[in-house]
């Protein structure tokens, strides 16, 4: 069973995206992370049900700054935590979803993360993610 874990929103300030977040919700980031791999910067909100991940690009070259240079700052991903991630894997490619990567890698905050490519997923892309044992 999945649940909606976060909702990933591309930021083009990353200081000025964590006032404005801040002053919305009420409260500050409970963490703030790199992940080099995908050359970004991550900070978390906590709300009462989900998360908001706020996502800034580290390089000029990354999915973020490339997404941001597309279609603008905004909603870049809906995350949905799942038990298993390898047999959703399975269980999503025979339902005939395809992915931008089958093999989960680690993401921000202690999780193993993989993407549905958006072509298979009417045009939202979808992250799944497990916690790390």
Known sequence: MMKLEHIGI????????????????????YKSEAVASESVNTTFFGLSNTKLELLNSLAE???????????????????FAVDDIYEEIRRLKEAGFTF????????????????????????????????KQ
């Open 10 to 29: 591309a930021v083009q300030n990353e200081a000025e995206a964590n006032t404005l977040f801040a002053r919305l919700l009420g409260t500050e980031a």
């Open 61 to 79: 070259d990354s999915a973020i700054a490339k997404f941001i240079s597309k279609r603008g700052e905004g909603i870049h991903h809906l995350a």
């Open 100 to 131: 931008v990567n089958e093999t989960p890698k680690d993401g921000a905050d202690n999780k193993l993360i993989c993407f549905l490519h958006p072509k298979s997923t009417k045009g939202v892309l979808v992250e799944l993610c497990q916690d």
